[in-house]
């Protein structure tokens, strides 16, 4: 493996760019868009609204050419490492390829230009896809009710958090605590909080599944829920799932998964079939929504029956013609046990339509497929690793077979090379990788979480096992060399904590 | 690769599941089709869906059909964009973290308010949002709002309150304005925070330092929705004693969509700045010295503080909120200052263009921008039928969200709605209520 630069010395091209923002690139008068001209009598703005409710001076937007803009976001856009361009092994993300149809079918003018306030019975063919994506989902779930509502994970949690609040209400039960593991996401926690709820932690055993005697403690009438991820976090699959999920159940609790490990079950098993009552789904993980550098995803929901009445509103609703012609579809804002809106209108709707496209692609057997040549790429990935030198230094945090992504840890690396996972990460974004997810689980010291999907060729898992193991060989000979890396990114490490101290949010803001 | 891991089959792999829970049939979903029969699929699909290209939109109610221009998909589009994670590793985001510093600066700019996040999901959930920054702020846990504030984020906010403990109070209108005597009467010592909207729902401009400087008194905080669009020429929320301006992203470039995705907004005073919901981005410079971006005040946020996060936000609407800068870009500043005349020009020759024909007269005769409300002497469905079959979509009917207005009509102008067209929807919408009253009669 060649190496790349291993010195700051010579600058790489972009980092001699001088960074200029938008804002910094205007002159006044120039302009791209225009505005059609006025068309209608052109009365004076305060003979239509009052003077004290207008604005006296303009907004200060840049004032920017067309061709300026071009230029400028392209090179912005050049300071990005991509999916496109390289792999992207971040754990828990799920960074699979985003196919190209689904971007074309998202763009048909039936999708991209139709208003959300449209009359439901012109815009059935919106509605048959959102209703025919509630279906699949449900099918790979194995729970028999969804709403496509939240907008993503989060918003899914929160949506389910609300929904077990309405349930046990509805029972007339007061019940303050939810559970969840100590390896989860920490969106589950903040959304426990937000939902009015009390964390309690549960602890991980020896094998990385949850610590049944502890579950046993835990698991009292107080409980509302226990939220979990199985696939856990450390990418294992739970062995005692049924046992765990009867615990809760048998104490009066929800069962909700935290659907973002879904990618290494498709078709293999089902969380409805493990007892979970609420699922929700990453489309911008499992099913292909491009991540978009944040966002936009989508966090659908799937629940059992006894969650159903409290679902999101409007619902879509499918209905039989019976007059020969086809099924009609409807929203359904008449459910007076829901729990309401969490959002306007119905959804993330183009982003519905790309997960549909890429169910549509891969059927049943292709999804199923691709969670298990996900399972198999992590484990060779994880074997190849084990046989080098990051089976000295980047150890497994659990010593098994993993799932669709698998944990290491750092601790030896630091206390035998003086190299800091930090360090190694950054190393690796000089080799054209970008790092795995690092410090996450909290539980592992040093954590690198490695999730390398199903698009991933066996060469390019080899080429990254091979980076990883020249840069332990670089650690060996000068740990120096991976603690000042990155040096060949547009910019080198960031002082993330003087940047806190004295924040800029924003351009002419000063010391902010 | 199966012999690398010392595995005898793939089944192996998956021995950690328990054998009843293995799913022990295909799932039951149709078999994956080649990306030609797939296009025609969702082509299909998309046939069956009457859009603002297929016949003349007038419909609003919190999205518009505003021009999108061609430089924001040939951006967002680009790989380099479209396809990465959100930006944990700075020294390989620099494209994203910058267009976010960029993206705050607008929005704040726009708002006059001076901290502004990168994005939260839409509009009505960020409503919500901020109404849990404002119970953490004041402690208290009643929440005042108004019925102009869009229907969808007042049940947002009910559903979320659930959540919060808190309860939602709603303050009506009058002449189609939040009622300011009502609204005060509303306000008290428990009182977390006002909610309005700008240009409200039924599209009437509100006099939002009226409306804050009561909220103020009670010791409450006020948050205003605002259509970021109008903010070229409306007075900007910071300048009136507004605590948090939050909104709906889609006008500024955003597709319709069906509803989503677009991008939520979320400004605030300074003091508010530890409280902040979602992703922020902040200058820093690197270990050389150079000018470069990161997540900043990362300790609000859900991955490193759990339990005590300002918010549960993760994933964001990041992609759809470059688009929002790309666009306002594109616009630029006079752009967006002649573009709210022209609204507000257009939308004045509608209002009384339409409230001159027969069985037609106005909901309301406060200022308004760009959308305005009707009241029929006609059942609005049939209007709303006979319109369709002309081509035109006439506009959003009031009745579900306001029974008070079983007779109500909301028309959105936007600058892709010529005079032509104005004088077509009115031509339209004569003949129906005429013949949906003499059908009456």
């Known amino acids: 493996m060649t190496r790349p630069p291993a010195t700051a010395e010579i600058p790489a091209p972009q980092q001699r760019e001088r960074v200029v923002t938008i804002f910094e690139r205007s002159a006044p008068g120039r302009r791209a868009g225009t505005v059609p001209a006025c068309d209608v009598p052109e009365r004076p703005l305060a003979e239509l609204i009052p003077a004290r409710l207008l604005r006296e001076r303009p907004p200060e937007l840049p004032e920017v050419s067309e061709p300026e803009i071009v230029r ?6 050049r300071r990005n490492f991509d999916l496109d361009t390289g792999p992207y092994p971040l754990g828990s993300c799920t960074m699979k390829h985003n196919p190209r149809l689904n971007e074309r079918v998202a763009a048909l003018p039936g999708h991209a230009r139709l208003h959300p306030a449209q009359d439901p019975k012109r815009a059935q063919g919106a509605l048959e896809l959102m209703w025919r994506l509630e279906r699949a989902l449900c099918e790979i779930c194995g729970l028999p009710f969804a709403s496509l509502q939240p907008s993503a994970g989060s918003h899914g949690e929160l949506a389910g958090l609300l929904l077990t609040r309405a349930y046990h209400d509805d029972r007339g039960e007061r019940r303050t605590k939810v559970l969840i ?14 939902a009015g709820y009390e964390t309690v932690k549960v602890a991980t055993n020896e094998r990385g599944g949850i610590e049944l005697g502890d579950l046993r403690a835990k698991a009292t009438g107080e409980v509302a829920a226990l939220m979990l991820t199985n696939p856990n976090t450390l990418g294992l699959f739970d062995e005692n799932i049924a046992e765990i999920t009867r615990i809760v159940r048998d104490a009066g609790g929800v069962l909700y998964y935290d659907g973002a490990n879904l990618n290494a079950i498709m078709g293999r098993s089902r969380p409805g079939d493990m007892g979970f009552d609420i699922v929700h789904v990453n489309l911008h993980k499992s099913f292909s929504q491009p991540h978009g550098g944040g966002g936009p995803g989508a966090g659908p929901i799937c629940v059992s029956e006894r969650i159903e009445p409290y679902l999101p509103v409007p ?78 230094y980047l150890p497994p945090a659990f010593d098994r077979r993993c799932m669709h992504e698998f944990v290491l840890t750092g601790a030896p690396a630091k206390r035998e090379l003086g190299v800091r996972t930090l360090d190694i ?28 999907t199903e698009t991933e ?48 949010l924003r351009q002419g803001a000063g010391g902010g | 690769m199966l012999k690398a891991i010392g595995a005898g089959s793939l089944d192996e792999l998956f021995a950690d599941i328990p054998a009843e829970l293995r799913l022990d049939r295909p799932l039951d979903l149709p078999d994956g089709r080649p990306e ?117 984020a007042r049940e947002t906010l009910r559903t979320y309150a659930r959540g919060f403990g808190a309860e939602v109070v709603e303050v009506g209108l009058a002449g189609g304005l939040t009622d300011a005597a009502e609204l005060a009467a509303a306000v008290d010592g428990a009182t977390a925070a006002v909610f309005v909207q700008n ?86 410079a690197d270990a050389d010295g150079r000018r470069g971006f990161v997540l900043a005040l990362q300790t609000r946020e859900q991955h490193i503080r759990r339990e005590k996060a300002t918010h549960n936000i993760c994933t964001a609407q990041a992609l759809n909120a470059l688009g929002g800068i790309v666009y306002l870009a594109w616009l630029g500043k006079r752009g967006i ?58 506009g959003y009917p009031l009745a579900r969200d306001y029974p008070e207005h079983p007779d109500g009509l909301l028309v959105a102008i936007t600058e892709r709605r010529s005079r032509e067209d104005i004088d077509r929807l009115a031509e339209s919408l004569r003949a129906a209520v005429s013949e949906a009253v003499g059908v009456a009669a």
Do not use: W
């Open chain 1, 72 to 77: 400028h976001y392209n090179r912005l856009s």
């Open chain 1, 181 to 194: 593991p100590d390896t989860a996401h920490g969106t589950n926690p903040a959304t426990v909080t937000m």
């Open chain 1, 315 to 392: 619902r879509v609703v499918r209905s039989e013609a019976g007059n020969g012609a086809g099924p009609s579809f409807a929203f359904d804002y008449e459910r007076p046990k829901s729990i309401g809106r969490l959002r306007g209108f119905a959804g993330n709707f183009g982003v519905f339509v790309r997960a549909y496209a890429y169910i549509a692609s891969l059927g049943g057997d292709g999804l199923a497929e691709a969670s298990e040549t996900a399972v198999l790429n992590a484990n060779y990935l994880l074997a190849r690793l084990r046989a080098g030198r990051a089976g000295r």
């Open chain 1, 425 to 452: 990460a950054k190393r690796l974004l000089d080799y054209g990788f970008h790092p795995p997810t690092i410090y996450f689980p909290l539980l592992v010291d040093e954590a690198l979480m490695f999730e390398p």
């Open chain 1, 457 to 504: 060729t066996r060469e390019g898992l080899d080429a990254l096992a091979d980076a990883i193991e020249a840069i332990l060989a670089e650690a060996e000979e000068d740990p120096e060399i991976l603690r000042s890396a990155p040096y060949t990114t547009p910019v080198r490490r960031l002082d993330e904590a003087a940047a806190n101290r004295r924040p800029v």
């Open chain 2, 36 to 152: 030609t029969e797939v296009f025609d699929h969702l082509a299909a699909l998309a046939s069956r869906n009457a859009h603002a290209d297929s016949e003349l939109c007038f419909l609003g109610a919190g999205m518009y059909d505003h021009y999108v221009p061609a430089i924001v998909d040939a951006i967002t589009q680009r790989s380099e964009f479209l396809t990465p994670y959100t930006p944990y590793q700075p020294e390989v985001s620099q494209g994203t973290l910058q267009a976010m510093f960029e993206f705050q600066t607008a929005m704040s700019e726009l708002t006059g308010l001076p901290v502004a996040n990168a994005s939260l999901y839409e509009g009505p959930s960020s409503v919500a949002s901020a109404a849990y920054l404002a119970i953490g702020a004041t402690g208290r846990r009643r929440l005042v709002a108004s019925r102009g504030l869009h229907p969808h």
């Open chain 2, 199 to 284: 240009p409200n729902f039924l599209g009437a401009v509100e006099d939002l330092e009226r409306l804050a400087a009561a909220a103020k008194e009670a010791g409450a905080l006020t948050v205003a929705a605002v259509d970021p669009i109008t903010l070229g020429i409306l007075r900007p929320p910071g300048d009136c004693g507004v605590d948090i301006a939050v909104g709906e992203g889609q006008p500024l470039g955003g597709r319709l969509d069906f509803g989503g995705p677009s991008f939520g907004f979320f400004c605030a005073a300074e003091e508010h700045l530890r409280r902040m919901p979602g992703r922020i981005a902040g200058e820093a």
């Open chain 2, 337 to 394: 200052v002649e573009l709210g005349e022209l609204l507000a020009r257009r939308t004045a020759y509608a209002r009384e263009r339409l409230a001159a024909i027969e069985g037609v007269e106005l909901l309301h005769d406060a200022p308004v921008v760009r959308e305005f409300a009707l009241r029929l002497d006609a059942p609005v469905a049939e209007v709303l039928e006979r319109c369709a079959a002309d081509g035109i979509a006439a």
